[in-house]
């Protein structure tokens, strides 16, 4: 599956966006849809994740109550609302697909078809 992040852009400390992701191709059942981001000079990490058939929601822990993610079956369409922002919310986020579940929605190796990233900048 292809994917298309949307939605980056520049917002001060406590505003809002939110990420879209276009997927195009055939999504199944089986599959878990996540987003990811990577700060300068530091490793991918896990944000958020949802289950396709069930959409069973998961999140990290720095962004739990803040971020909601979702999901439009008939779109083909994930989305990361984004509340409550901080500067360390700066980075590229990249929704990623892992065609069949593989026991963990948290690591970036599960995954199989990745997006192009958008940038979020939080900054005053």
């Known amino acids: 599956v292809q994917l298309q992040a949307s939605g980056g852009g520049f917002v001060q400390p406590g505003g809002s966006l939110r990420l879209s992701c276009a997927a195009s191709g055939s999504i199944f059942s089986s599959y878990v849809m996540g987003w990811f981001r990577q700060a300068p000079g530091k490793e991918r990490e896990f944000v958020s994740g949802?289950?396709?058939?069930?959409?069973?929601?998961y999140y990290s822990e720095s962004v739990k109550g803040r971020f909601t993610i979702s999901r439009d079956n008939a779109k083909k369409m994930v989305y990361l609302q984004m509340n409550s922002l901080k500067p360390e919310d700066t980075a590229v986020y990249y929704c990623?697909?892992?065609?069949?579940?593989?026991?963990?929605?948290?690591?970036?190796?599960?995954?199989?078809?990745w997006g192009q990233g958008t940038l979020v900048t939080v900054s005053s």
């Open positions: 990623a697909a892992d065609r069949y579940y593989s026991g963990s929605v948290y690591r970036s190796e599960n995954y199989d078809d």
């Open positions: 949802i289950m396709w058939r069930s959409g069973r929601t």
